[in-house]
Antibody, heavy 121, light 107 residues
Framework: EVQLVESGGGLVQPGGSLRLSCAASGFTFSSYEMNWVRQAPGKGLEWVSYISSGGITIYYADAVKGRFTISRDNAENSLYLQMNSLRAEDTAIYYC??????????????WGQGTLVTVSS | SSELTQDPTVSVALGQTVRITCQGDSLRSYYASWYQQKPGQAPVVVIYDKNNRPSGIPDRFSGSSSGSTASLTITGAQADDEADYYCNSRDSSGVSLFGGGTKLTVL
């Protein structure tokens, strides 16, 4: 059974940092691309970042570029999101999601339950 | 930058057919995926690629695409289908996009 479990969320002051983790199990983690997606309270889904299976190709949403860093440890079956210079508008539930793709599509086929990040003084 | 546009709300009578649409330039090159999200739950993919349903998704859900518009059709909507639906696609630069979401009400 595919499982994705996020951790590391919490309350942080504006300008602070937080590192989210996503523990993967039930599939060959090193063979899959991964996404981080967030959802602000009462709002829609917002894609945050993507990383290829080997960690070579990385993309970020403009809203987080230069502040967030995605990474992965395939030996530990883990995905990470280092978040720096946090702002109130980064307050959201952060989901990690497994990606399935071809040259014609990219979809998130399994999602974790999310971890809540609250940026407030 | 690229955008995906969805109608904020759609309603359908129980047992009838409803189409939820998503518009965006990236859809001319890439297929949309569609996600169902119920309150307090993580999203679940219902359609991906041209028109693929993951195991466990009822066959009343189907997807289609024409030009810059992707559609999710629910044929014979059930009360359990009441949820928020999001489309998602990548664009040519590699980034991903979500539509703003459509709240489906089953009457």
């Amino acid at each position: 059974e595919v499982q994705l479990v996020e951790s590391g969320g919490g309350l942080v002051q504006p300008g602070g940092s937080l590192r989210l983790s996503c523990a993967a199990s039930g599939f060959t983690f090193s063979s899959y691309e991964m996404n981080w997606v967030r959802q602000a309270p009462g709002k829609g889904l917002e894609w945050v970042s993507y990383i290829s299976s080997g960690g070579i190709t990385i993309y970020y949403a403009d809203a987080v570029k230069g502040r967030f860093t995605i990474s992965r440890d395939n030996a530990e079956n883990s995905l990470y999101l280092q978040m720096n210079s946090l702002r109130a508008e980064d307050t959201a539930i952060y989901y990690c999601a497994r990606v399935r793709s071809s040259r014609y599509y990219r979809a998130s086929d399994y999602w974790g339950q999310g971890t809540l990040v609250t940026v407030s003084s | 930058s690229s955008e995906l546009t969805q109608d904020p709300t759609v309603s359908v009578a129980l047992g009838q057919t409803v189409r939820i649409t998503c518009q965006g330039d990236s859809l001319r090159s890439y297929y949309a995926s569609w996600y169902q999200q119920k309150p307090g739950q993580a999203p679940v993919v219902v359609i991906y690629d041209k028109n693929n349903r993951p195991s466990g998704i009822p066959d009343r859900f189907s997807g289609s695409s024409s030009g810059s518009t992707a559609s999710l059709t629910i044929t014979g909507a059930q009360a359990d289908d009441e949820a928020d639906y999001y489309c998602n696609s990548r664009d040519s630069s590699g980034v991903s996009l979500f539509g703003g979401g459509t709240k489906l009400t089953v009457l």
